[in-house]
Nanobody, 117 residues
Framework: QVQVVESGGGSVQAGGSLRLSCTAS????????MGWFRQAPGKEREFVAH???????SYAESVKGRFTISRDKTRAMVHLQMNSLKPEDTAVYYC???????????WGQGTQVTVSS
């Protein structure tokens, strides 16, 4: 079983920055990819950013140029550096970890990000 734990959420004013981190652990877990999704109140969960362990990254158009995803190659850990935050970035941010081989996806509990204008 894979455990996914996020940290680093909080409240910030528009234009500010936050850094989210996520760790996936499990006795046999080898990551294929990890990423971030978010869900604002009353809206569906949406893709934010994704990184394959090969290094390939992808971003939602709404965060390109402002958010940067990175990984720690020595362990199943990713970070999301969020700069120039906007009120519309307010959401619960969820980390997803995809297992190498099976591609099974595990989710974290989520961390709240609130951006005030």
């Amino acid at each position: 079983q894979v455990q996914v734990v996020e940290s680093g959420g909080g409240s910030v004013q528009a234009g500010g920055s936050l850094r989210l981190s996520c760790t996936a652990s499990g006795r046999t877990f080898i990551p294929y990819a990890m990423g971030w999704f978010r869900q604002a109140p009353g809206k569906e969960r949406e893709f934010v950013a994704h990184i394959r362990w090969s290094g390939d990254v992808s971003y939602a158009e709404s965060v390109k140029g402002r958010f940067t995803i990175s990984r720690d190659k020595t362990r199943a850990m990713v970070h999301l550096q969020m700069n120039s935050l906007k009120p519309e970035d307010t959401a619960v941010y969820y980390c997803a970890a995809d297992r190498s081989g099976s591609m099974a996806r595990s989710w974290g509990q989520g961390t709240q990000v609130t951006v005030s204008s």
